[in-house]
C-alpha cells in the first residue's frame, strides 16, 4: 500500500525506508479514545516521538508554530464537524505549512473523501482499526516521501490526471494556425478595420463578390463565423 524507498548507500531502518532520525508527530483529535490509543501505538515505537496533541483548530495552528512537527496526525470521524471537515480544516494548514506532512486516520473506507485527500496534498489516509505496526509503517512511508493510499484510490487519481491532461492537449492541437495568402492577409487587414466589402474591393481591384469569397475561406481557416471576429487578430 504505502510506496517503499530503497536509496543505494541510504541508512534504512527497520521497515525498509530511509532513517530519518526520530520523527516528530502532532496529532489533531477531539476524542479521548482515539488520542489514547495512538498514544499507546506510538509509546515505544522507535524513531517515532509523539511529541503533542491538540483538540482544536486554533490549538492544531499553535502547537504546529510551537512544536514544528515532521508529521501531523488528523483524525476524521465522519460527523463533519471540527478535525473531521477535511478540505475546510486542512487547506489552510497545507497552504500554511508546506513542508508540513499530513496524515488522516478515517473510520472506514471512503473513496471521496480519500480521493479529495489525495488532491489536497494529504500524503495518506490509514483506517481506525489498523494495527500499530501499521501506523508506524505508514508514518516513516510518508516521513520518507511516499504515499499511503488504497491502490484504488489511486488509480482513480492518476486516471483523472490523465484525462484533464490530455483534454488540455486537445484543446491546444484543436486550433492550427493556419496560412494566407498575400491577398488573404491584405483583406484581414481591411475587413478587420471595418472596411466594407464594395470598398475592399475598390481597393485591391476585385469585384465584392471575390472580396466575399476570400472572407469565406479566411472564415473557414479561422473557425470564426462574423468579420467583427477579425479584430483579434490585428
Not at 516521538?49 to 482544536?56: C, I, K, M, Q, S
Not at 460527523?79 to 480544516?89: A, K, L, Q
Not at 496534498?121 to 508514518?139: A, M, W
Not at 471575390?210 to 477579425?230: A, E, G, P, W
Amino acid at each position: 500500500m504505502g510506496t517503499l524507498y530503497t536509496d543505494n548507500g541510504a541508512d534504512l531502518d527497520g521497515y525498509g525506508y530511509r532513517d530519518q532520525g526520530v520523527l516528530k508527530v502532532l496529532l489533531y483529535s477531539s476524542h479521548p479514545l482515539v488520542i489514547k490509543g495512538i498514544k499507546g501505538m506510538l509509546a515505544d515505537a522507535p524513531g517515532i516521538d509523539l511529541v503533542g496533541h491538540a483538540a482544536n483548530w486554533i490549538e492544531a495552528m499553535l502547537r504546529i508554530h510551537e512544536l514544528e512537527p515532521s508529521l501531523l496526525i488528523v483524525n476524521d470521524d465522519g460527523t463533519g464537524n471540527g478535525s473531521s471537515n477535511i478540505p475546510e480544516t486542512m487547506s489552510p494548514v497545507i497552504s500554511e505549512f508546506p513542508g508540513l506532512n499530513c496524515l488522516v486516520i478515517m473510520g472506514t473506507h471512503d473513496h471521496v473523501k480519500e480521493l479529495a485527500a489525495l488532491k489536497l496534498g494529504i500524503k495518506g489516509v490509514l483506517i481506525e482499526n489498523s494495527e500499530s505496526d501499521t501506523l508506524r509503517q505508514c508514518i516513516r512511508c510518508i516521513s520518507s516521501g511516499g504515499l499511503w493510499f488504497r491502490r484504488a484510490v489511486l488509480e482513480k487519481f492518476i486516471s483523472e490526471q490523465l484525462f484533464f491532461y490530455r483534454l488540455k492537449e486537445s484543446a491546444k492541437q484543436e486550433f492550427i494556425p493556419p496560412t494566407f495568402t498575400r491577398r488573404e492577409l491584405e483583406i484581414i487587414q481591411m475587413a478587420g478595420k471595418g472596411v466594407k466589402n464594395r470598398e475592399i474591393g475598390r481597393n485591391l481591384f476585385i469585384s465584392e463578390k471575390t472580396v466575399k469569397h476570400h472572407l469565406s475561406k479566411i472564415f473557414k481557416k479561422l473557425q470564426i463565423r462574423k468579420r467583427t471576429d477579425l479584430r483579434m487578430y490585428l
